[in-house]
Nanobody, 122 residues
Framework: QVQLVESGGGVVQAGESLTLSCTVSGHTDRRLPLGWFRQAPREEREFVASISRGLPYTYFPRAFEGRFTLSRDSDSTVSLHMNDLSPEDTAVYYC????????????????WGQGTQVTVSS
């Protein structure tokens, strides 16, 4: 059974940066496409970023390009680097995996992590 464990959430001030990490286990493929969604209070979950299993192609909605970056630290770990955070970024951030990074961008998620809370104070 694939398991995803997030870490790095916390409370930061507006304008600061934060890095979230995700480690995946229980998979048979050497690498899995990995990504992030987030859900703010009273909002639907939204796609944040994904990275492919092979060459490090990354996908971001236009709203996050230039402010968020996603890197693969190992076959099983990725890091989401978030800069210039604002209170609107307050949400639970979920690590996800599926068949492809493009599929994750379209909402085709097979597994979800438990989520990590990010709170940005003004």
């Amino acid at each position: 059974q694939v398991q995803l464990v997030e870490s790095g959430g916390g409370v930061v001030q507006a304008g600061e940066s934060l890095t979230l990490s995700c480690t995946v286990s229980g998979h048979t493929d050497r690498r899995l496409p990995l990504g992030w969604f987030r859900q703010a209070p009273r909002e639907e979950r939204e796609f944040v970023a994904s990275i492919s299993r092979g060459l490090p192609y990354t996908y971001f909605p236009r709203a996050f390009e230039g402010r968020f970056t996603l890197s693969r630290d190992s076959d099983s770990t990725v890091s989401l680097h978030m800069n210039d955070l604002s209170p609107e970024d307050t949400a639970v951030y979920y690590c996800v995996t599926g068949e492809s990074a493009q599929g994750l961008a379209g909402g085709a998620v097979d597994y979800w992590g438990q989520g990590t809370q990010v709170t940005v104070s003004s």
